[in-house]
């Protein structure tokens, strides 16, 4: 069946510091590339997203990056702050999409 | 937040007892999506609906049925509860096909005992 692996499970950064988020895909047929964001005990919440057409698309400090050759899109979050820790998912696939297994981000003050 | 409910916000349940939880949504959204979310599994799909009355499978639908007889609603039905089925459950709405986000509703956490 289709997959999505998501690197790495966790990751520490100090606050300021960028982090960045991957994600690799099989279906080639995947159009539509979100990422969302969890706090503990919360909803997901969408943050960002790009579709297949794009390269590129940013929102202040967040930025999502596509590879649709390589199969592979990434997250980039620039000057990190305490309130990015939380549980990054990434998500593609068609009608029936796949989601990451999720990225713990904690930024240290 | 998108107007999406879902309830019970918190149940527990005995093994062998059938289970269903609402998912409601005031967006008149097409699509609705109930999602099973563990440790170290992320987020995995057990049904959607693309309609009213028409549901497909996802990649974890053993032991779960689903039905939508209106736009707004949608119910996951745990036949007869297992301690695996034990999880935090999100649905999700999005409108079409073209705008594929999805937004998710608020979760139920259920304890199968």
């Known amino acids: 069946g289709e997959n999505v692996e998501q690197h790495p499970s966790t990751l520490s950064v100090q606050e300021g510091d960028s982090a960045v988020i991957k994600c690799t895909y099989s279906?080639?047929?995947?159009?539509?590339f979100p990422w969302y964001k969890q706090e503990l005990g919360k909803r997901p919440q969408l943050i960002i997203d790009i579709r297949s057409n794009v390269g590129e698309k940013k929102d202040q400090r967040i930025a999502v990056t596509l590879n649709k050759t390589a199969k592979h899109f990434s997250l980039h979050i620039t000057e990190t702050q305490p309130e990015d820790s939380a549980v990054y998912f990434c998500f593609t696939g068609t009608y029936k999409y796949i989601f990451g297994t999720g990225t713990r981000l904690k930024v240290l003050a | 937040d998108a107007g999406i409910t879902q309830s019970p916000r918190h149940k527990v349940t005995e093994t062998g007892t059938p289970v269903t939880l609402r998912c409601h949504q005031t967006e008149n959204h097409r699509y609705m999506y109930w999602y099973r979310q563990d440790p170290g599994h992320g987020l995995r799909l057990i049904h959607y609906?693309?309609?009213?009355?028409?549901?497909d499978k996802g990649e974890v639908s053993d032991g779960y049925s689903v039905s939508r007889s209106k736009t707004e609603d949608f119910l996951l039905t745990l036949e007869s509860a297992t301690s695996s089925q034990t999880s935090v459950y999100f649905c999700a709405i999005s409108e079409s096909g073209t705008s594929p986000e999805q937004y998710f509703g608020p979760g139920t956490r259920l304890t199968v005992t």
């Open positions: 609906s693309y309609g009213v009355k028409d549901t």
């Open positions: 279906d080639s047929a995947s159009n539509y």
